[in-house]
């Protein structure tokens, strides 16, 4: 297993490319069951979440073309990829796949609604909290089908195809939108959905399936309609960039100092967090280029917040944003609303010297004058992320132990960070 040494105190100066976002990425890709013809998906990241699901879709039979690099791309460049499920083989989704990574599970809305029956294992995912998926079965149910749940596998079943149905979630659910979504897709009737999320990953889902024949509007609102039809065809699309990544480099500019272009970004992807970040004493200044981030001379202010569905400040930046108010002038509140296990980062800040105690769903953080390099190792993807954002602004070396979280979701972390001046280096082969 791989680790990441960090020499911290160096402020970042250059541009980073930010990539295509693994959150819409996934539901994308798993899109392509819902047709016979091939969906072209532009700017896919390079990430072990995306290679995971190519072994899922795989395994349905799905055929994958990976373009190759086109003249003048760089390494940085988003790929393109065929997905064409014109023959679904096997419609179960077995534990050991679908175990390691969360929206492996939403393959069981095309699966159904192409194939009128499916077998999919309960997923796995990041250890933030239960993550039960009582509301993803529930738009099914919704939709007409029957599902039974048999040794870790949900088994679900519409012989005479789904419905067209009111679906409202009781509390704002991305992956039970992404399910709504597809499963309404092929669905006989009007589905509306009510209570929906309204993260842009929905939206960019909703905007490919429009492509590939669904009639969808309201993405993006509280409410969705979905027009059901036959058939979809195929289509062409390129994933929107990563605002969770974006936001990420933001703080990670905001804690170190220095000035940063953030090519790609875009400012209004970041909701919540854009606020969090000029009140913390960054300076955003958004364009066509993407966005740039400075913060030269000033300090970092303690800022308050909570986590909250989009627009909010998003959950899967609230790691990154406790690593940043660790070093502020002051005392900060950070409240999790959305899931109740994701602190698992408290205890390896802690290492770097940081005050942090927990109370109930919040963390106080008080800010320290400096925090000094330790080996640390995290538990899931965005904590991983923020124990490199503190090894950036620490007195020495830290040794991140446990990388492939990292790699789930960060495409040339190193490489990125590094052409900005940082000292980071991935060392191969080590647990
Ligand atoms: C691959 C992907 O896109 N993952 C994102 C997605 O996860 P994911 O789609 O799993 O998260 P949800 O939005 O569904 O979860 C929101 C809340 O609803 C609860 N819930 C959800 C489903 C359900 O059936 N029952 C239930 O109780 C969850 O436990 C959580 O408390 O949205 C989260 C919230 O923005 C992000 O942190 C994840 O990065
Ligand atoms: C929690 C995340 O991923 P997943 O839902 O796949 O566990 C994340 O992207 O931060």
């Known amino acids: 297993m791989d680790r990441i040494r960090v ?53 349905h039979g799905v055929d994958y073309t990976l373009k190759g690099k086109r003249p003048g791309e ?3 460049s988003g790929q393109t990829v065929d997905l064409r499920a014109e023959h ?38 990041c250890a933030i909290g239960t993550r039960p998926v009582d509301f993803l079965l529930m738009v099914l149910e919704r939709l007409g089908a029957t599902i039974a749940i048999e040794n870790g596998y949900a088994i679900a079943k519409a012989p005479r195809g789904l419905r067209g149905a009111e679906i409202s979630f009781p509390k704002v659910t991305v992956g039970g939108t992404h399910t709504a979504l597809m499963a309404a897709a092929l669905a006989d009737g009007r589905t509306t959905v009510l209570n929906a999320a309204r993260e842009p990953e929905i939206v960019d889902l909703a905007d490919c399936l429009n492509k590939m024949g669904a009639r969808i509007t309201g993405a993006g609102t509280e409410t969705i309609e979905i027009d059901g039809v036959a058939k979809l065809h195929g289509a062409r699309h390129s994933v929107l960039p990563d605002r969770i990544e974006a936001g990420t480099y933001a703080m990670a500019v905001a804690m170190t100092g220095g000035d940063v272009m953030l090519e790609g970004a875009r400012a209004d992807l970041l909701s919540g967090a854009f606020e969090a970040l000029q009140q913390a004493g960054a300076r955003l200044d958004a364009s066509d280029e993407g966005l740039r981030v400075r913060r ?8 308050d917040i909570s986590t909250a569905p989009f627009p909010g400040f998003p959950t899967d930046l609230q790691a990154q944003f406790m690593a940043l108010m660790t070093r502020a002038s002051g005392a900060s509140r950070i409240t999790e609303t959305i899931f109740e296990n994701r602190f698992m980062h408290v205890g390896e800040l802690s290492r770097f010297g940081a005050k942090i ?10 800010g320290v004058p400096k925090l000094q390099g330790a080996p640390v190792m995290a538990t899931d993807l965005r904590a991983s992320v923020s124990l490199v954002i503190a090894a950036l602004a620490a007195e020495g070396e830290t040794m991140v132990n446990r990388v492939y979280h990292l790699d789930r979701g960060f495409e040339h972390l190193e490489h990125k960070l590094g052409q900005c001046g940082a000292v980071v280096e991935r060392i191969s082969g080590h647990g």
């Open 7 to 59: 020499v911290g105190g160096q402020p970042l100066h250059g541009i980073i490319r930010i990539s295509g976002a693994k959150n819409a990425a996934l539901p994308l890709m798993i899109a392509s069951l819902l047709t016979d013809e091939t969906l072209t998906l532009e700017n896919v990241p390079r990430l072990a979440d995306v290679n995971m699901l190519v072994r899922i879709l795989g395994n």
């Open 74 to 76: 760089e390494l940085q």
């Open 88 to 125: 679904i083989v096997d419609t179960t989704a077995p534990y050991d796949l679908v175990s390691r990574m969360r929206a492996s599970f939403w393959v069981i809305a095309p699966l159904l609604a192409r194939m009128g029956a499916c077998k999919v294992s309960l997923p796995g995912g």
């Open 296 to 303: 030269n001379g000033n300090g970092i202010s303690p800022v």
């Open 357 to 366: 105690r927990l109370d109930g769903d919040a963390a106080i953080v008080d």
